[in-house]
């Protein structure tokens, strides 16, 4: 997060090509460089285009504090940018939009839909927007332990969460917790001026 409230984020993804082109940047490169050039999400979404080729693939979750969102999935070939669904946007570790092709890996590809698919039956079903849109509310969320789809994924599951985030842009805030959501405690960090 940068002290004008954009904030980014960002998941492995693995497509089926990924034929990287050289020289290109690293998407490692990319955080860094939004958050020293934008203020917002319009503004970054913009200067991301400019960065090409990227020879790498994943997906960039970008907010900011007026609540402006987006995805974008990129791949050396390919780019889509996904816009929030009722006021919400998720990622995984996969391509939601499905315009870009997954790598053959039908165990990876079912356990980050059924993540998603966790969150997504959560909010449609228990989250409220106005009582729950606070650290705890969503604490709950990354804490979750449902079935196939874990969101705080233990040893079993065949993947450890080992760290865990939450940023509120419009007040410049962000929690991390190192370790399991669900036996940690999230400490604040901030950009407020007054600390």
Same mark, same amino acid.
């Given at each position: 997060m940068n002290e004008q409230g954009l904030c980014t984020a960002g998941t492995a993804a693995y497509p089926l090509h990924n034929d990287a082109v050289v020289p290109s940047f690293g998407s490692y490169l990319v955080p860094p460089l939004l958050l020293? @050039?934008?203020k /917002?999400?319009? +503004?970054? !979404? /913009?200067l991301l285009e400019q960065? =090409? $080729?990227i020879c790498d693939s994943g997906n960039f979750l970008l907010c900011d504090a007026a609540g402006e969102m987006a995805v974008v999935e990129i791949t050396p070939a390919?780019?889509?940018v =996904? @816009? $929030?669904d009722d006021d919400h946007l998720i990622a995984s570790t996969f391509f939601a939009?499905? +315009?870009? +092709?997954?790598r053959d890996n039908l165990k990876h590809l079912l356990e980050s839909q059924n993540r998603c698919a966790t969150i997504q039956d959560y909010l449609a079903k228990e989250f409220d927007r106005e009582s729950d849109m606070t650290l705890d509310g969503i604490k709950r969320i990354l804490r979750l332990h449902r079935g196939d789809g874990p969101v705080c994924r233990h040893e079993e599951t065949g993947v450890t969460t080992v760290l865990s985030w939450v940023a509120f842009p419009e007040t410049r805030e962000f929690y991390f917790c190192v370790g399991l959501?669900?036996?940690g405690e999230y400490e !604040?960090?901030?950009l407020k001026e007054s600390q």
């Open positions: 020293s @050039k934008c /917002d999400v319009p +503004e970054a !979404l /913009d960065f =090409r $080729p390919q780019r889509v =996904r @816009k $929030p939009s499905g +315009e870009i +092709e997954h959501p669900c036996e !604040l960090y901030t």
